[in-house]
T-cell receptor
Framework: GNSVTQMEGPVTLSEEAFLTINCTYT??????LFWYVQYPGEGLQLLLK?????DKGSNKGFEATYRKETTSFHLEKGSVQVSDSAVYFC????????????FGQGTELSVKP | GAVVSQHPSRVICKSGTSVKIECRSL??????MFWYRQFPKQSLMLMAT?????????EQGVEKDKFLINHASLTLSTLTVTSAHPEDSSFYIC??????????????FGAGTRLSVL
């Protein structure tokens, strides 16, 4: 079945450091891929998405490219801020399986000043 | 992005009482809404999928008589935790989706409800 695997956290970085959070997936079809962010005590916010191979999603300085050959959707940001501290979830959705979101386990990011 | 409102944000109740949580899509029609449960430091666990006007589909291991879901309109779904017990204490999150294909296949999430059962 479909699944998503993220790098384990917590990830601790200094402000202005480069961020990479790895995400790989397994899917039988052609899923859409998402990154969601969850701030403490809140629901999830859509950060970015990609719907087909080689698409690049971007938002608020974050980027991720849908790589079918490596089944990956790694999240990157060139210079993190303290306000980026949150939990990041990679997820996939396969329309042929009802479009349910399959989440990774989440990666906690802590950015220190 | 689209806005999903979830209410209440926090509820404390006595054991044995029932609690209703509302999820509304404010600026789009949600053909499908989802209910999740999240334990501390963990990912989201899908509880059920509800399509407007039809019965909810529950995930394996989720008691449908315990967690009643109603999706009576295209903008409102409710989750009722019946006869709540302390083990039902958790963070409940809803999401809503306009459709299954293309740009509509994006789930937008509510802010969550923290349920504490005493």
């Amino acid at each position: 079945g479909n699944s998503v695997t993220q790098m384990e956290g917590p990830v601790t970085l200094s402000e202005e450091a480069f961020l990479t959070i790895n995400c790989t997936y397994t899917a039988t079809g052609y899923p859409s891929l998402f990154w969601y962010v969850q701030y403490p005590g809140e629901g999830l916010q859509l950060l970015l998405k990609a719907t087909k191979a080689d698409d690049k999603g971007s938002n608020k300085g974050f980027e991720a490219t849908y790589r079918k050959e490596t089944t990956s959707f790694h999240l990157e940001k060139g210079s993190v801020q303290v306000s980026d501290s949150a939990v990041y979830f990679c997820a996939l959705s396969d329309p042929h399986q009802g479009g349910k979101l399959i989440f990774g386990q989440g990666t906690e990011l802590s950015v220190k000043p | 992005g689209a806005v999903v409102s979830q209410h209440p944000s926090r509820v404390i109740c006595k054991s044995g009482t029932s609690v209703k949580i509302e999820c509304r899509s404010l600026d789009f029609q949600a053909t499908t809404m989802f209910w999740y449960r999240q334990f501390p430091k963990q990912s989201l666990m899908l509880m059920a999928t509800s399509n407007e006007g039809s019965k909810a589909t529950y995930e394996q291991g989720v008691e449908k008589d315990k967690f009643l879901i109603n999706h009576a309109s295209l903008t409102l779904s409710t989750l009722t935790v019946t006869s709540a017990h302390p083990e039902d204490s958790s963070f409940y999150i809803c999401s809503a989706r306009a459709g299954l294909l293309g740009a509509k296949n994006i789930q937008y999430f509510g802010a969550g409800t923290r349920l504490s059962v005493l």
